[in-house]
């Protein structure tokens, strides 16, 4: 059980302190998976898969489930992080009662616009690509115009010709000529009028139109239709594809109206139809859930027949056999062994992966978890959350103060259980997380 | 805890509650229901384990320190719950051995977030730390399960006599110490541990006077006056003596001191009245301390807490102005926040704009943006613009279920922690999560809105009152006193007066214009900064860069016109195909050397089909008027249209015949024109017969076409009138969507025309800025071109770049920022397998990945 585990390569200053600070704040990193990582190889085989199907010009579509705790969230984030070293561009966003895929008042450009705001590529991990990415394109093609001695504007308009025959194409074209312009002028409000149209943050076709003189704006009914846009989109820029991460699909789910499920698990529907029949072009969509929502027959994604079939799963894939082609993914919970690796590599990257900086012994990660077991039972492995954030906490102390005893400070580690916010029903209208919080829970650590 | 076990130990605790526990229970709804004693006396905590502890005080206040009082504190220890709970706060990066090693906490305060203490190292008190572990399950769910039980007091201890109160001189070994507010004695037992209060100045105690440990080498963690060194004493009294107001003194002696305020507002404040009226000045003393010390963080957390908990129970009506719009990060928004808007809340009465601003910037998930951190001034006006746009006065928060309450977690040891210091009459509301999100949304709204003029201010920090700044400044904004462009709208109002539009020169412009270039030429940056200048005040430019169009010459005419109330900003897709009909349109017209009003009206009617805007409609009236004073002299218009390629001469020829049957008839003077402008373009002027007949036949007015079917006035009769509409085209139906498709194929020659009727540009303003001249030509790095490869080479020049400045680099070179960037990190990646830079603002260069891209 102690058998040391291979330490990663170089581990960065701004992994280690990323890590470390995302962690004590008990959410998902959104860098430096690769230290922390435990254990998950086929379902990371899978995943690259699908990053080089999506890099070929292929799609995909994939129903991460697990309990609550069982690492959702960070596996989504490992795949943004493995899709952009393919030269993917990824986005993520957490669907709330404020933001679905399907709805009249404004909900699903709400998503639409989560998932603008959240667009990293490579070089931007942190989200707020969406400028990156235009720019991008917009540079290759001024180097072509260049190249060629035409104008840029005529080098957009035609490599973007191809995006007219797309709904919405034409205007999204028209919007990206504008930015050109708005650069090529000097004219910065066009420059961020053409942003935020492509953000989707116009809410009104009349402020479209004064501002960037196009009819059309991303709106609850063609926001599936402009994520395929912006895949293509995006290859034209020249990555490689789109990867869109949906998490908390639990909240649909949850939806009290059994229409507004429907019309939801409907463009659920249309996006594994999309994705499955290769009707899209570098398209990658990643759902994260629970297993209730999967397969319960009365609200679940199971409820409504046609996905009930394309989502069942392996009839032969039953006591222990494994098929990791499906659209399909589960992910189970931690174990105990995967929990002692995980503080092992904990304990590695606070010492900023130097084993002569180790603040505590081998027998104290055994200690902990035994002092976790006796507070919390199972649940400090199932849920790691708390777990994992204590343990930092306690290496954080350690650290500041060099005299202490870790045997004195472990006796004052409280864990307590988590409970799990899926199961509990919407207060009246109210999202018990914030817009802005909450959006990468930290359920588990093991890959 | 599984739940079948959580549900037997419940079942125990209930028993073990209905039997010894009723009167207690029964006691404490008695006071749950009636608020106003609550409200008189918030601050007695529940004491059920330190009772006997307080029942052996005498009367004097002075205890003697028996077998059964230890016990009593030992087993008071014991009962609470851990004091080691993660805090609920997120953590500060320093976490100091303090906050796991506090005094016992009573249950109702152990929920507390204790306040982080980056403080000095040491071992955790022993006893503290013993006292936290393994309690039987059973007990704890006791505790948890019984309210905190304040029982009467048959014996309330009274106030100590040894306290000193604010003016009164001691001598303390030999120091005189003015200005009182500490315990001078020989007896006062800390309220929560054995031994001495820790504030208590012995002054029988022997005082080192000769080494004083000015800089608290001896001090520990939890000082005590009993315990501290000889020398330590001597420091601490010689601080008291000297004003304590020495901001370098050892922390550890201001702490000494704050834990005589502490006890004597918490332990004496609640038994004794004469305590309570000096409150005031007690929380004007740690007041005075916060802003000499409050730099230190462990002392702020204290002090503020204590503040905040006296201010909870005792608040002020007025709630006064916010806070400063700071944009530090706090794990919370402060009291004062809170309480303000549980004031206007328990009042009804709206928050107003800048109490809105505060609580959605103290709210530790708020991230605001550059342009918000940039320009503080301009987003708070912006901020309050829009709030009272969408909310009126403002908004009206409901009254949420929990009151308003502060935890306080004493500083000093020798002190209990009471139960949560709340107002019943306030409730807390800044937790609200729609009203959050409500504000959240319109301070993103205005940060948006602000983007453009902080990328201005980033790369001209100087430049609030350039006009380039100005020009992008939101136009809800006042525009600042000192403007250069202030100059520039007297002089368009007054040339425009009541007209729609006034042809002037650019001279004039000029010459109003203070930030004019000093060449007197304008570029097209220029031009679009004078459009969105005038934009402000209502008016129009002609030309203006963002609908077309190139820089006008410097002795060339220019338009001003009055824009619509609704305006368009950027051209729509008509507006190609309708401006090259007004350039063509107006040659036609400008064949005979002079432009009719029918011929206008004429040129007006050949656009009324193309889907424009009323402000779009004005623009092309300003246009044919600056087409007419800058007529282009026929060898100029010969030349363009002899660079048209033959295909483009034909496109060209076929929208000249529309426009002249655009209004279903062509008289001879069109035709005449016509054919003058078809020989110009080299084209054979009989096909103007075929297609002009062909094109008479086959116009037919669409559905949104205006055609005037009768004038104003009562209607004569019911018969419909009739309209000019030939035999011929009653014979048939137009297909609409063909009819749309042929539109459509037009404003796409138009478009394509569009170009000829540029404005040759000044040949200066066609090259880009030259790059900085100590980088003449550096080799082409990993394969990047020229303008990539000069800002690698720009960038690795130093450690980290600030945004702004990476902007301005891009900019001199004629790039795209984020482009560039992207394309560099790329070319990183594919040639060194990691990213040369880092980060948002500022951006962090990888001189390794540096090199390795050289190679």
């Known amino acids: 059980m102690s058998s040391p585990t291979p330490k990663p390569a170089r581990l960065r200053p701004r992994d280690r302190d990323t890590i470390i600070a995302a962690l004590r704040s008990g959410v998902v990193p959104r860098i430096g998976f690769q230290h922390i990582q435990v254990g998950r190889a086929a379902e990371i085989a899978a995943i690259t898969d699908d990053v080089r199907r999506i890099a070929d010009g292929g799609s995909a579509v994939r129903f991460v489930i697990g309990e609550y705790g069982a690492g959702k969230t960070f596996f989504l984030n490992l795949m943004r992080s493995v899709a952009a070293e393919h030269k993917l561009v990824t986005t993520a966003a957490d669907l709330t009662p404020d933001r679905r895929l399907q709805a009249g008042g404004g909900q699903a450009r709400a998503l639409y616009s989560e998932l603008m705001r959240n667009i990293s590529t490579r070089s931007n991990p942190d989200g707020g690509a969406l400028s990156s990415v235009v720019e991008r394109f917009v540079t290759s093609a001024t180097q072509e115009a260049a190249a060629q001695g035409t104008t840029p504007d005529s080098v957009i308009v035609r490599r973007l010709d191809v995006l007219s025959e797309n709904v919405g194409g034409y205007d999204f074209a028209q919007v990206v000529a504008a930015y050109w312009r708005g650069h090529d002028t000097g004219n910065e409000q066009l420059k961020s009028d053409a942003v935020r149209w492509c953000r989707g943050e116009f809410s009104t076709r009349t402020d479209a139109r004064a501002a960037l003189g196009v009819r059309t704006i991303v709106d609850d009914n063609n926001f599936y239709d402009h994520l395929k846009l912006l895949a293509r989109f995006c290859r034209l820029a020249g990555y490689s594809g789109l990867l869109i991460c949906l998490d908390e699909m639990v ?51 199971y409820s409504y027949e046609a996905l009930r079939g394309r989502l069942a799963e392996n009839g032969f894939a039953v006591d222990g056999l494994v098929d990791y082609s499906g659209p399909v993914l589960r992910l189970a919970n931690l174990t105990p062994e995967d929990m002692y690796v995980l503080l092992e590599r904990l304990r590695h990257v606070y010492a900023s992966g130097e084993p002569a900086r180790y603040l505590v012994p081998d027998e104290a990660l055994t200690a902990f978890m035994n002092h976790c077991a006796e507070r919390v039972g199972d649940a400090y492995f199932r849920t790691p959350r708390n777990t994992i954030k204590e343990f930092v906490n306690l290496l954080a102390v350690l650290a500041h103060n060099p005299g202490v005893e870790w045997r004195d400070l472990l006796r004052q580690v409280e864990v307590r259980p988590e409970s799990n916010p899926d199961l509990e029903p919407f207060a009246d209208g109210t999202d018990d997380r914030g817009p802005a919080g909450g959006s990468d829970e930290l359920s588990s650590l093991r890959i | 805890m599984s739940r079948g076990a959580s549900k037997q130990v419940a079942q125990v605790a209930i028993l073990i509650i209905l039997v010894f526990l009723v009167p207690a229970a029964v006691l404490f709804v008695v006071r749950r229901t009636g608020h106003a004693p609550r409200n008189r006396t918030p601050m007695v905590a529940p004491a059920v384990p330190d009772r006997e502890t307080q029942a052996n005080t005498n009367v004097s206040g002075r205890a003697l320190p028996t077998a059964q009082t230890v016990a009593d504190a030992d087993r008071g220890g014991n009962a609470a719950p851990s004091m080691i709970r993660p805090p609920a706060r997120p953590i500060v990066p320093a976490q100091p051995p303090g906050a796991f090693a506090a005094p016992p906490a009573q249950p109702a305060a152990a929920l507390a977030a204790p306040p982080a203490q980056p403080a000095p190292v040491r071992h955790p008190a022993p006893a503290a730390a013993v006292m936290t572990r393994d309690r039987p399950p059973v007990r704890r769910a006791v505790r948890v399960v019984s309210p905190p039980t304040p029982r009467p007091r048959p014996d309330p201890p009274q106030p100590a006599d040894c306290w000193l109160p604010d003016g009164v001189r001691a001598d303390i070994a030999g120091i005189s110490v003015s200005g009182g507010m500490i315990y001078v004695g020989s007896r006062l037992p800390a309220e929560a541990a054995d031994g001495p209060d820790p504030a208590l100045i012995d002054p029988r105690l022997p005082v080192d006077h000769r080494n004083p440990d000015l800089r608290g080498e001896s001090m520990n963690h939890w000082p005590s006056y009993s315990d501290v060194t000889p020398a330590a004493r001597a420091a601490y009294l010689r601080w008291l003596a000297g004003g304590r107001c020495d901001p370098d003194v050892y922390l550890g002696y201001v702490f000494l001191y704050f834990y005589g305020l502490e006890r004597r507002l918490l332990v004496d404040g609640r038994i004794s009245p004469v305590a309570a009226a000096e409150r005031a000045s007690l929380v004007a003393e740690v007041r005075r301390l916060l802003t000499i010390y409050g730099r230190h963080g462990s002392f702020r957390g204290y002090a503020q807490n204590l503040l905040d908990a006296m201010a909870v129970v005792a608040p002020r009506r007025d709630i006064g102005a916010p806070p400063e719009l700071t944009f530090a990060w706090s794990p919370e928004p402060s009291l004062a926040l809170r309480m303000a808007l549980a004031e206007l809340s328990a009042a009804d009465t709206p928050v107003p704009a800048e109490w809105a601003l505060a609580w959605i910037t103290q709210l530790p998930d708020t991230f605001l943006r550059t342009p918000a951190t940039r320009c503080p001034e301009q987003f708070t006006s912006l901020f309050a613009v829009r709030y009272r746009e969408r909310h009126g006065d403002g908004l009206i928060l409901r009254p949420g279920t929990r009151s308003l309450s502060v935890s306080y977690r004493p500083a000093s040891r020798g002190i209990r922690s009471p139960a949560p210091f709340e107002n019943p009459r306030l409730r807390e509301v800044s937790d609200q999560a729609g009203a959050i999100s409500v504000l959240r949304q319109l301070a993103e709204l205005a940060t948006t809105e602000l983007e453009a003029y902080s990328r201005y201010l980033g790369r001209h920090p100087d430049g609030a009152t350039d006009s380039a700044a100005i020009a992008v400044l939101p136009a809800a904004l006042p525009v600042p006193a000192d403007a250069a462009a202030r100059t520039l709208w007297p002089w368009a109002e007054g ?250 194929e037009s404003a796409r020659a138009a478009a394509q025309l569009a ?39 720009r960038l690795v020049e130093r450690e980290s770049w600030p945004r702004a400045e990476v902007e301005r680099l891009a900019a001199d070179l004629g790039l795209l920022t984020d482009g560039a960037l992207e394309v560099l990190n790329e070319a990183a990646y594919d040639r060194a397998g990691g990213p040369l830079w880092e980060g948002t603002d500022p951006l962090t260069i990888d001189h390794d990945i540096a090199k390795d891209m050289h190679e």
């Not at chain 2, 009989?686 to 009768?710: C, F, G, K, Q």
């Not at chain 2, 009727?757 to 303003?765: G, I, L, R, V, W």
Request: contains cysteine; negative net charge; proline residues 8%.
């Open chain 1, 251 to 301: 909240n649909l789910y949850k939806l009290g109206h059994a229409g507004a499920r429907r019309s939801n698990y409907e463009q659920v529907l249309r996006i594994v139809n999309d994705c499955l029949q290769g009707n899209v072009a570098g398209l990658g969509v990643y759902f994260g859930g629970t297993p209730e929502l999967l397969m319960d027959t009365r609200r679940g994604l």
């Open chain 2, 495 to 744: 040339e425009l007066g009541d007209a729609p539009q006034v042809v002037s020169s650019v001279e004039a412009l000029v010459a109003h214009w203070a930030d004019a270039p000093t060449t007197g030429k304008l570029g097209r940056a220029d031009l679009v900064v004078l459009a969105q200048l005038l934009d402000r005040q209502g008016i129009g430019l002609e030309p203006d860069i963002r609908f077309g169009g190139g820089p006008p010459s410097a002795n060339k005419a220019i338009v001003l016109f009055r824009r619509a109330d609704q305006r368009t900003n950027a051209p729509s897709p008509a507006y190609d195909a309708a401006l090259a009909t007004v350039n063509l349109g107006m040659l036609v017209a400008m064949a005979d050397g002079t432009v009719s009003a029918q011929e206008l009206v004429a040129l007006r009617a050949a656009l009324a089909p193309l889907d424009l805007t009323a402000d779009e409609r004005g623009r092309l009236d300003a246009h044919a008027a600056l087409v007419a004073a800058n007529p282009p002299t026929p060898a100029v218009l010969r030349r363009r249209l002899g660079a048209l390629s033959t295909a483009k001469r034909a496109e060209a020829g076929q929208l000249l015949i529309t426009i002249a049957a655009a209004d279903g008839t062509i008289t001879p003077d069109e035709v005449r024109r016509l054919e003058t402008l078809f020989r110009d373009l080299g084209l054979d002027p009989n096909d103007i017969y075929s297609t002009l007949n062909a094109a008479a036949a086959t116009t037919a007015p669409s559905p949104d076409d205006l055609v005037t079917v009768r004038t104003a006035g009562p209607a004569a009769s019911r018969i419909p009138l009739p309209t000019r509409q030939s035999p011929a085209r009653t014979a048939f139906a137009l297909d609409p969507a063909l009819l749309a498709a042929k539109r459509a």
């Open chain 2, 755 to 793: 170009e000829i009727f540029a404005e040759d540009e000044p040949a200066a303003e066609v090259a880009p800025a030259e790059p900085p001249a100590r980088l003449p030509d550096r080799p082409s790095v990993a394969g990047l071109d020229g303008d990539h490869s000069r800002l690698f080479h």
